[in-house]
């Protein structure tokens, strides 16, 4: 997460307690799990066992943090997927699991997150507007994937539309569904977003380097 100002310069009086990762780290765990209402200076101070004087070593406000933690947001989660979108793919099907690694692998989607932004959209509209603009990003490029790969105008938006609003279904409805299960739907899945049959071999190795993913404890 990149500095939005200057830092001010550091006395180094003492030991510090609570790095600026510290502070970060324990704010978006409670972004996710208590909602932005719980994102304050003092609670968090007591989460990490310091002083509210540590967090203004590294922030001006709790508005500067508010904005660092989308900024974190919006890097990984739609840029992440913007770059899946843009990978070469020689096939609609590679490219279509190319989008799918964001969705079974929490360092590049974490739909905790997403959810948790969601969920503070509901009570700040200047956020509403940036996940709606999110939200376009994120579309716009799954449409362009199927332009890509010849499909007309329409059928490409429509297409991008449901694939990318039936996953973020599947997380507002915190459905429950396990890899393999998922894995052994995942021809259906293909040729539903795409409407054509997938390639086999090519449904076969994401299917291996998931479960070996999953094996491996990743």
Not at 11 to 33: P, Q
Not at 34 to 42: A, I, M, N, S, W
Request: charged share 30%.
């Amino acid at each position: 997460m990149a500095r939005t100002h200057a830092e001010p310069e550091k006395n180094y009086e003492g030991n510090v307690k609570a790095t600026r990762y510290d502070w970060l780290a324990v704010a978006l765990e409670t972004l996710i799990t208590e909602g932005v209402d719980q994102v304050k200076v003092l609670p968090l101070g007591n989460k990490l066992g310091v002083s509210r004087s540590s967090f203004y070593w590294y922030f001006q406000d709790r508005k500067q943090l508010l904005d660092t933690l989308l900024d974190y947001w919006e890097s990984k989660n739609t840029r992440n997927l913007i770059i899946h979108c843009e990978m070469p793919s020689a096939t609609i099907t590679e490219a279509a699991l190319n989008i799918a690694e964001c969705w079974l692998d929490d360092d590049l989607f974490d739909p905790r997150l997403d959810f948790a932004v969601r969920e503070w959209s509901r009570r700040d509209g200047g956020v509403r507007k940036i996940l709606d603009a999110a939200d376009a990003a994120r579309v716009e490029a799954m449409r362009l994937v199927f332009r890509r790969h010849g499909y007309e105008e329409v059928e490409a938006y429509i297409r991008a539309r449901v694939f990318y609003f039936t996953q973020i279904g599947y997380y507002a409805l915190d459905l429950k569904e396990h890899l393999a299960d998922r894995l052994s739907y995942l021809h259906a899945y293909m040729k539903t977003a795409t409407g054509y049959d997938p390639e086999p071999d090519i449904i076969e190795r994401f299917r291996d380097k998931h479960r070996l993913y999953r094996a491996n404890g990743a």
